[in-house]
């Protein structure tokens, strides 16, 4: 199994480019930035990552990010991850980037784009990994500072296909983005949000009929909701499902609990993603290897949640076909 997760070729759609930032690189930015850390050894750092809730964790992710200050630092955290994507047969990612993160520490917002654009771009030619920027707002801060991100990153418009919703679910639900949503749309980017993380099923359904989004960002509330799921099935949403950030951040108690193939077999488009690989134990295979190791995933399931990630990317149809193909190639229809 190990092998053919490898092998498989595959799309990510929930990472945030903030929460791919190793210890090692941590260390690294501080030193050339002069910063100095609350911690003394990369050890020391992976053994403070023990987190009881999504907040918890968002505590500590904020404040290591502090280390983002040149161009050259978001190029070099970019780059990174993407030699990850190349070791795990990752073929094209939709990363998420929190602008606010680093305009409110007095960083432009150009500086952050032309930084992580510079090396998709470099990934693209030199690693032939496609990719597609998603710019994400904190839904802990207010409308108003959503509305004046969005404003600052229109002139990079061409450098990112949508926005997105994260940070504290709870008390922060989607209705509080309805209208930047719309301006977003209105200036031609498509929409995704996360929703049903923490927080209960009818976030997902007001992301849906409000914000108007493609896809949902985890999601895995959706089976308190029976009537939620059928619609998912019947609108073909798809969720980017995280299931080790999951398990991290006590979504689920254990991984052996995960709801992602009982969703995979009841027909809704899930897909396998890392979210936070750096503070949660692995890269894209290791959420798939988690889930043959604890649900027994099998060998059909592993072939839909690839074609899954595919089909629910950005890519076109001719680019999503290619990749199909070698798919089938792999694992054939049974
Ligand atoms: N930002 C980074 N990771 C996140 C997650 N899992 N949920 C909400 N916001 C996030
Ligand atoms: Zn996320």
Known sequence: MQQLINAIPKAEL???LEGSLEPELMFELAKRNQIELPFKSV??????????NLQDFLDIYYQAADVLRTEADFYDLTWAYLLRCQADGVVHTEPFFDPQTHTERGIDIGTVIKGITRALKDGELQLGISSYLILSFLRHLSEEEAFSTLRDALPYKEHFIAVGLDSSELGHPPEKFERVFAAAREAGLRTVAHAGEEG???NIWNAISLLNVCRIDHGVAATQDPQLVSYLVQHR???TVCPLSNTKLKVFADMSEHNILQLLDKGVRVTVNSDDPAYFGGYVNANYQALADALNM???QLRQLAINSITASFLPGEQQARHLAKIDSLISPT
Do not use: V
């Open 14 to 16: 929930h990472l945030h």
């Open 43 to 52: 050890e020391e750092i992976r053994a403070a990552y023990e987190f009881s």
């Open 200 to 202: 209960p099923a009818d």
């Open 237 to 239: 949403t798809p969720l």
């Open 298 to 300: 099998t060998d059909a």
